[in-house]
Every structure is written in C-alpha cells, then in structure tokens.
T-cell receptor, first 113, second 114 residues
C-alpha cells in the first residue's frame, strides 16, 4: 500500500509570511499532483510534476518533486488570505495502475489578514 | 458542461436505505473516477471507468457499493443498505484520457446516514 504523509497537518500564519508544506512517501510515484480544496467543494488541481528534481512555479507558489520521485514540497511566498484552504498532495502509482491517485491527508492552511 | 456536475449535493439517508449518486463528467472525458472523502481525510479511490468499461473497482468498500457508466458519459454510484460508516463526501472526477492529466473534480455529494 502506498502512503503519502503530509506535514504539517495544520498551519495558521499571518498575511505576508512564507510557508512550506511537505509530502513524503517511501514509494516511488510516476507523477505527483497538488490540489487545493475549499470547504464544500472538490479539490482543484494546482500542478502536476513528473520528473525527479522538477521545479514548477505558479505565481507565488513553488512546487518541487524530489530527485527520487518519493517526495514533494509546496512553498508559498507572501501568503494572502485567499490562499486559505486544504492543500492535498496526490501521487500516481508507477506501472499499470497509474490512473489511481493516492492522496495525503492534507495540510489545512489558514492565512490571517 | 464546463465542469463535473454531481447531484444531489447533500443526501440524508436512514440506515438501511438505498441511495444513488449521480455524476456528469466533462463532455468527451474518457476517464471517470469515484473517490470517498471522510471528514478530515484525503480522498480515497473507489473505482475507475474508461468509457463504459469499469476497469478497476478495487477500492469499493463492500458489495453494497456498485457503480455504472452504461453509455460512457454519466455515472451513478449506488450504495445499498446504507450504514453509518458510509457517511462521507463522495467525489467524482474526470479527465481526457491517460498519462499525466490531472483530474477535474466535482463538488461532491455529502452523504449522511442517520
């Protein structure tokens, strides 16, 4: 069974601060995706990383995939209240079942004005 | 439609009742998935369709859970004889095909079994 552990589980910060969320596993994934979920809504895709060591930037968000494709991080610069939400990482299995995503439990981020 | 549509948004069922949850994927999306999200948890895989074929149902918790997609578009997740442990948000997602496409999720159906 592939497991993804996210840390921290909860994070409450002030507007303008920087933060990093981590996603770790002992398993290798063919790709890793980050989603943001708001209350009462489904997760919304932020990014997909595929290559070990890959770094992608989306405005103030920077995503990195570990060299061994077992871990990932999400860094937010100068957080804003609109960044508040549940951040989920999800790994796609290697091999024939790469359609199946394994999700972490998420990091609940609150950015206070 | 522009997004994945799920109905109903909320469903309260008495224990033992049968329920049916509907998913309208994005038009033309080949792949359709159902996930279950318990409170405070990440979504967990239930089942996967490619067009009308159910290729993986390994995540369905018991034989009370049944999913279908008869014409390769709309899908229905049916739960028979609901139990309290079935209370969760049921998410449907679709994507164009295989590879590294991300999922587009619907808003989910929140099922509460009382």
């Amino acid at each position: 069974t592939q497991l993804l552990e996210q840390s921290p589980q909860f994070l409450s910060i002030q507007e303008g601060e920087n933060l990093t969320v981590y996603c770790n596993s002992s398993s290798v994934f063919s790709s890793l995706q980050w989603y943001r979920q708001e209350p009462g809504e489904g997760p919304v895709l932020l990014v997909t990383v595929v290559t070990g060591g890959e770094v992608k930037k989306l405005k103030r968000l920077t995503f990195q995939f570990g060299d061994a494709r077992k871990d990932s991080s999400l860094h937010i610069t100068a957080a804003q209240p609109g960044d508040t939400g549940l951040y989920l990482c999800a790994g796609a299995s290697s091999g024939g079942s790469n359609y199946k995503l394994t999700f972490g439990k998420g990091t609940l981020l609150t950015v206070n004005p | 439609g522009a997004g994945v549509s799920q109905s109903p948004r909320y469903k309260v069922a008495k224990r033992g009742q049968d329920v049916a949850l509907r998913c309208d994927p994005i038009s033309g999306h080949v792949s359709l998935f159902w996930y279950q999200q318990a409170l405070g948890q990440g979504p967990e895989f239930l089942t996967y369709f490619q067009n009308e074929a159910q290729l993986d149902k390994s995540g369905l918790p018991s034989d009370r859970f049944f999913a279908e997609r008869p014409e390769g578009s709309v899908s229905t997740l049916k739960i028979q004889r609901t139990q309290q442990e079935d209370s969760a948000v049921y998410l449907c997602a679709s994507r164009p095909g295989g590879g590294n496409y991300g999922y587009t999720f619907g808003s989910g159906t929140r099922l509460t079994v009382v």
